[in-house]
């Protein structure tokens, strides 16, 4: 498991390029895991024009809303806006299993409130926390 601890005010979409080297997705025979997903699927604090450029480039498909600022800054543009990004609502409802699982960890609470004051306690806490739901499922 690959758990990525930032400050709380970085932006998501700074962080992202480290949590993207740090998938592993399981192979169903034998062999390393592979390191680059069939699909990203995130929320709208994903969605820049700089990590689709990323995705596409290594050829990852992307799931991810496009903000209302970004809507009305293409529209404003008009025909050299470009094209809206591919976006299927039925994959994004897939998005709803991380949620719960982040809710399911706020349960705890010194996840919630963040009690400990260094990222090796926190990262351990999500560590154990997430091993115990793992261990009562």
């Not at 050299?80 to 976006?87: D, L, N, Q, S, T």
């Not at 998005?95 to 010194?110: A, D, H, P, S, Y």
């Amino acid at each position: 498991m690959s758990v990525v601890l930032t400050p709380g005010n970085v932006n998501d979409c700074t962080a992202f390029p480290k949590v993207l080297s740090q998938i592993a997705v399981p192979r169903s025979g034998p062999g390393r895991p592979r390191c680059r997903p069939d699909r990203v699927i995130a929320d709208k604090a994903y969605s820049s024009a700089a990590i689709r450029r990323s995705l596409r480039r290594r050829g990852i498909a992307a799931t991810i809303p496009e903000r209302a600022d970004q809507q009305a800054g293409r529209t404003r543009r008009g025909s050299r806006g470009g094209r809206p990004p591919a976006f299927d609502p039925v994959v994004h409802r897939r998005r709803n299993v991380v949620e719960r699982c982040i809710n399911r960890l706020k349960q705890w609470r010194g996840i919630a409130t963040r009690f400990d004051k260094l990222a090796r306690n926190f990262r351990a806490a999500i560590v154990l926390v997430t091993a115990l739901f793992w261990i009562n499922a």
